[in-house]
């Protein structure tokens, strides 16, 4: 079964506005990261936060951990056109292989 | 440097055709994993390789699915006798290693071959 799940499963929004997704699971995990995929093309990493980190920062996005609540958020400030995309979390656990939530397709509107 | 390669990127072929599909991870990744992915949809896990170790084939469907690694580098997965619900995208990702008490290290995906299956 996934270990991640994103919410929401769509998000549509106009350029210069900020974009949240969530990602939550269900076992405790070593590090979490985020991945986008643009449409026809692979995934590709964005950050990783570890467990022990509560906040991580990379250009305009921010990621929050909070394991108590067994969650992510990822932020998009001042999203563009061109963040339009699928966005991933993977939960990596101990001594397993990642694991890939479902993704929220994002749509960033001109 | 080049990144993760995949061909062919397009495939059709008629139902219960055999197709292979070829990975060229990056240079010195010792994990190579595999996925799937439906139109619209998360990934599917299907086999991942680590170094020497024996694969984790837990993701495979179907007993027609079957993965190798040659030479710790290129990967080919084959799928015989192909059914139209093998229609998808399949992914190919390295990384300089998967699991272990450090965790995961980010994967690197190739384009992907889109499969149709007539």
């Known amino acids: 079964s996934q270990q991640g799940e994103e919410d929401p499963q769509a998000l549509s929004i106009q350029e210069g506005e900020n974009a949240t997704m969530n990602c939550s699971y269900k076992t405790s995990i070593n590090n979490l990261q985020w991945y986008r995929q643009n449409s026809g093309r692979g995934l590709v990493h964005l950050i990783l936060?570890?467990?022990?980190?509560r906040e991580k920062h990379s250009g305009r996005l921010r990621v929050t951990l909070d394991t108590s609540k067994k969650s992510s958020s990822l932020l998009i400030t001042a999203s563009r056109a061109a963040d339009t995309a699928s966005y991933f979390c993977a939960t990596d656990r101990r001594f397993q292989k990642l694991v890939f939530g479902t993704g929220t397709r994002l749509l960033v509107s001109p | 440097g080049a990144g993760v390669s995949q061909s062919p990127s397009n495939k059709v072929t008629e139902k219960g055709k055999d197709v292979e599909l070829r990975c060229d991870p990056i240079?010195?990744?010792?994990?190579l994993y595999w996925y799937r992915q439906s139109l619209g949809q998360g990934l599917e896990f299907l086999i991942y390789f680590q170094g020497n170790s024996a694969p984790d084939k837990s993701g495979l469907p179907s007993d027609r699915f079957s993965a190798e690694r040659t030479g710790g580098s290129v990967s080919t997965l084959t799928i015989q006798r192909t059914q139209q619900e093998d229609s998808a995208v399949y992914l190919c990702a390295s990384s300089l290693g998967t699991g272990g008490a450090g965790g995961n290290q980010p994967q690197h995906f190739g384009d992907g071959t889109r499969l149709s299956i007539l």
């Open positions: 240079s010195g990744h010792t994990a």
């Open positions: 936060i570890r467990s022990n980190e």
